[in-house]
């Protein structure tokens, strides 16, 4: 419902994309968790993914620095926060063209 189609040129390097490295928090905790957004089927190739098929993937995937996701995660209504996008494959892709 949130999604907007860009070309891979035009996305900016501040939006967490599946293979997205990024730092966020949850609820009110300002505690930092850094995790790497993957599809399920990857999950054994990363010690810090998550799944994007996750309730905490899926309201990371698609925000931008700042924006932060509602959502019932563990059925409790919560927030999930990202901070910052720390590795995008589209960003890295460009710079190494």
């Given at each position: 419902?949130?999604?907007?189609?860009?070309?891979?040129?035009?996305?900016?390097?501040?939006?967490?994309?599946?293979?997205?490295?990024?730092?966020?928090?949850?609820?009110?905790?300002?505690?930092?968790r850094v995790g790497t957004l993957v599809h399920l089927s990857d999950?054994?190739?990363?010690?810090?993914?998550?799944?994007?098929?996750t309730p905490v993937g899926a309201a990371l995937?698609?925000?931008?620095?700042?924006?932060?996701?509602?959502?019932?995660?563990?059925?409790?209504?919560?927030?999930?926060?990202?901070?910052?996008?720390?590795?995008?494959?589209?960003?890295?892709?460009?710079?190494?063209?």
């Amino acid at each position: 419902m949130r999604a907007t189609i860009v070309d891979e040129e035009q996305l900016p390097a501040t939006i967490a994309t599946i293979g997205s490295t990024v730092e966020f928090h949850e609820g009110g905790s300002e505690l930092k968790r850094v995790g790497t957004l993957v599809h399920l089927s990857d999950d054994a190739f990363y010690n810090n993914a998550i799944p994007v098929l996750t309730p905490v993937g899926a309201a990371l995937i698609g925000l931008s620095e700042g924006q932060i996701s509602y959502g019932a995660l563990g059925g409790r209504l919560s927030t999930i926060t990202l901070v910052k996008v720390l590795y995008q494959p589209e960003a890295n892709s460009r710079a190494q063209s």
